[in-house]
């Protein structure tokens, strides 16, 4: 069956809407995307200045902001990677251990 030229202008104003709809999606995507970085970024200045006005980790000290992480449903609000990750494991830091006992002489059983 042949075309007219009419026929083929519809099927391709057809093509370009359908690339246009599909292009409308995408760029929608896109600004969401765009959105929850700047929203990821947002989030993490407020970390950072929260860690720069408290400081240290509450449980060794470390002032390097690097390590810290801020736990605001922890009861230690700001701990460092370590001491956060000894608590998850540990259920005690080993910094604690020693701070109680004096002397670290493992961790406690458990
Ligand atoms: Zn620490
Ligand atoms: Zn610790």
Request: aromatic residues 8%.
């Amino acid at each position: 069956m042949e075309r007219t030229i009419e026929q083929e202008k519809e099927r391709k104003r057809k093509i370009h809407r359908k690339w246009h709809r599909r292009n409308r999606v995408s760029e929608r995507l896109r600004r969401k995307a765009n959105y929850l970085k700047e929203k990821a970024k947002r989030e993490d200045l407020k970390q950072k200045i929260a860690l720069e006005n408290i400081g240290n980790c509450t449980c060794c000290g470390e002032d390097n902001i690097k390590f810290l992480r801020l736990h605001p449903t922890e009861p230690n609000p700001i701990l460092c990677y370590n001491c956060y990750w000894a608590n998850r494991v540990y259920g005690i830091c080993p910094h604690e251990v020693v701070k109680k006992e004096g002397v670290y002489y493992g961790m406690p059983e458990m």
